[in-house]
């Protein structure tokens, strides 16, 4: 592993230039030995999961247009590497927003994380601060977020903003004394998206109990009872507890609705009236259009996550990676970061070349944490660290930030990659 020892990573301590023979320090339980890649995780997740909650996670909206675009868009290009270039030096250490990371990528926010894995904000963000990288903390989540930021001081949080004004003012407030630094504001969710995948496969919040949930549960037990069961006896009912500065609905019940205030009149008055309030870093998160990205960055947003939701959001959105070259040419000033669909050090290096300045990554982490805890949240850092080092080496740069568009190709166009409509 290269750490730059600077940037705090946990295998940065012994010989932080050299390369050594063992990449790996996380231990998984021997029946997870086979998981090489990010993409391991999710086929044990699918193995470990019910079905609902599987299917939340992995799922996108109608068609999946927009999923399927994100994995796509990183075959437009292919890399030009250089020779003879000294790596022995080489760091994967990335600052971003005044901190020094261990590598150039992070945790997406992601509801719910507390329900497919046990107290999953809480080793996400023990994972991430262990391996010192990002952990973005959602609002729709089920620990209380004065919890995670004491677990990991670095933690950013992001808030679905509450429809009504008093309400937003009252969980920036929160947000603020909870201690935390930079608020992520996602914008690109005031309307829910058409989830068909959630109803066909029985997941709704709250989960209605029913015969089929109970089937689910007890066919995978080793989710029922060391993730649902054990939360309930030592935790009580989960409750939503961060999308207002007051506690939401429980995730189990028969009868309570889930409050979804109108969220359709949210505009960017509302984002200036948060700058005016929040003292610390604002990040905004689901920007897809330069004149947004531009609107952002007036209003004084300290940074951007292009994103489709993990194409979540609007079925047959753009991959980010297709608009990520004109925002960052179009905003200068601050660090554009990226996600939806990031899996391999490959795609984490051709976001970089085209001027992103980090990545975000969900699903993955979500499955490590259900399957392996914190174990597996670290393992997930490391072989994504690992891909994004050994690749760096392999095309020719010492530092995340000698990365440019000179070492990238569009495809070829006789590739059928090429023929295909664009990502
Ligand atoms: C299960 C799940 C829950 C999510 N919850 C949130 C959320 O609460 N807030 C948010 O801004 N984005 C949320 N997202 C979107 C992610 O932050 C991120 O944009 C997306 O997952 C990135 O794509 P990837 O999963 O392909 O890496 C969620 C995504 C997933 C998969």
Redesign the pocket.
């Known amino acids: 592993m290269q750490l730059d020892p600077s940037a705090g990573g946990t295998a940065a301590a012994s010989a932080p230039h050299t390369i050594p023979a063992a990449p790996e320090t996380v231990a998984l339980p021997a029946r997870l030995g086979h998981i090489l890649s990010l993409d391991d995780f999710e086929v044990a997740a699918r193995r470990h999961l019910p079905g609902p909650v599987f299917a ?2 992995s799922g996108a909206v109608e068609r999946n247009a927009s999923l399927r675009a ?1 994995a796509r868009s990183f075959e437009q290009y292919e890399f030009v590497t250089r020779v003879l270039i000294d790596m022995s030096r080489r760091t994967t250490a990335t600052t971003l927003l005044g901190k020094r990371w261990s590598a150039p990528f992070g945790m ?5 994380s507390a329900l497919s894995a046990y107290r999953g904000d809480l080793v996400l963000a023990q994972g991430a601060a262990r391996e010192n990288v990002p952990m973005i903390m ?3 989540s089920l620990i209380r977020l004065e919890e995670i930021v004491q677990a990991n001081p670095d933690a950013w949080f ?1 808030a ?1 903003l509450p429809g009504a004004e008093h309400e937003i003012v009252a969980l920036v407030e929160r947000v603020k004394a909870a201690g935390y630094r930079t608020l992520v504001v ?1 914008v690109d ?1 005031s309307i829910a998206s058409n989830r068909e995948n959630n109803i066909r496969a029985g997941f709704s919040t709250p989960l209605r109990p029913s015969v089929r949930l109970a089937w689910e549960g007890l066919t995978h037990p080793r989710w029922l009872f060391g993730t649902f069961l054990k939360t309930i006896a030592r935790h009580g009912m989960p409750h939503f507890e961060n999308n207002y500065a007051r506690r939401g609905a429980p995730i189990l019940s028969s009868s309570v609705l889930r409050d979804f205030s109108d969220r359709g009149h949210l505009n960017w008055d509302h984002l200036r009236m948060i700058r005016r309030m929040w003292p610390g870093q604002l990040v905004l ?2 920007i897809l259009d330069v004149r947004d990205a531009r609107l952002a960055v007036e209003n004084g947003a300290d940074g951007i996550i292009v ?1 489709n ?2 194409g ?1 959001q609007l079925d047959g959105t753009v991959a980010p990676l297709r608009v990520l070259p004109g925002i960052v040419e179009a905003c200068p000033e601050v660090p554009v970061m990226i ?4 899996r391999r050090g490959t795609d984490v290096i051709k976001a970089l070349a085209l001027g992103a300045k980090f990545v ?5 982490f ?1 499955y490590a944490a259900s399957v392996a805890g914190e174990a597996g949240v670290r393992k997930a850092v490391a072989l994504l660290r690992e891909e994004v080092s050994r690749n760096m080496a392999m095309l020719g740069v010492t530092s995340p930030s000698e990365l440019d568009e000179s070492y990238l190709l569009k495809t070829w166009p006789g590739d059928p990659a090429h023929r295909r409509p664009l990502a």
């Open positions: 939340y996670i994100n997406a926010p992601m509801g719910i959602s609002g729709s992001q679905y996602t969710a998160k689901g994103s939701h993990g979540r996600d939806s669909g990031f975000f990554i969900g699903r993955p979500n």
